[in-house]
């Protein structure tokens, strides 16, 4: 199988419904987990570093895709940028070179 790269962008899944939208990263960070199929690495940028931090809902989801080898990266700007650095609980901040060639290295890049 390819290795893969899912980016992140925001909290919650598709437009529209902000809590609908919440419900379904949720549930997919869990089926993500409980498939036998893994990305590579999830990167996280604008509102979605939100998910990786300290009161995000879907951490034991995240906390258990690494534990299986799936690198968590959270873009270190958006962090700063969100006064969130103190508050990563999982994953590792990332530079937006490190991010590039992390997609780079990747066979495909979901979004």
Known sequence: MPSRV?????????KGDERLGLMLMANFLRLLG?????PAALVFWNTGVKLACEGSPVLVHLKK?????????????????????????VGKPTTM???IQSMFSSDIVSL
Request: hydrophobic fraction near 35%; include cysteine.
């Open 65 to 89: 895709l690494e534990e299986q080898g799936v690198e968590v990266l959270a873009c270190t700007t958006c962090l700063e940028y969100f006064d969130l650095m103190d508050k990563l609980k």
């Open 34 to 38: 409980e498939s036998p199929d893994k």
């Open 97 to 99: 070179l490190k991010s």
């Open 6 to 14: 899912f980016l992140i962008q925001s909290e919650g899944l598709g």
